[in-house]
């Protein structure tokens, strides 16, 4: 993993485009980002929130090939709690990338900003997604109704969450 930076933009904005319909079922953003500076929108805000002391994102990457994005999407260090997202193209789907990579992202989450607690909201139906949590040994806490305006349909999330003093991640 690598923090994003700006000279991701094209790659970056490949792999959205070629994973477009496996994306945009999951995901809300995926048909706003039409074009390479779009991208680059998009990763000019994540390094302002980086800087801003909110929360990295990160190029997930197979082979030397970016292949996804994982990161805190809300980070409050008042708190001490974050919320992790993430995605990955569909060809690097099922080899077990993003969930090495979340075990890395929550281990930074609570050894370099001391977190005390990370959620990750996925929508019910997102099996795949969901995995990534009970993998890891997190909490399942319940579903949030109608959290999210997907693909022209309300979806529901399930919520996970991990203290730092729980056991250590499990796989």
Known sequence: MDLLRE????????????????????????DANRSVADTETFLRE????????????YAVYWRSELCGVCGFHT???????????????????????MTAAIR????????EYRL?????ACATQNLKSRAIPERLGF??????????YVDGRYVDHAIYSLLAQETPMTE
């Open 7 to 30: 000279e991701h933009a094209s790659v970056l904005f490949q792999l959205v485009d070629q994973s477009r319909a496996h994306l945009r079922r999951w995901l809300p953003w995926v």
């Open 46 to 57: 994540v390094i302002a929130q980086h800087r801003a002391g909110k929360g990295p994102q």
């Open 75 to 97: 980070f409050d260090l008042t708190t001490r709690c974050g919320s992790v997202g993430y995605w990955l193209g569909a060809r690097y789907c099922g080899l077990g990338l």
């Open 104 to 111: 890395q992202l929550v281990e930074v989450g609570f050894g």
């Open 116 to 120: 005390e607690r990370i959620e990750i």
């Open 139 to 148: 909490y399942y806490e319940g579903v949030v109704q109608n959290r999210e």
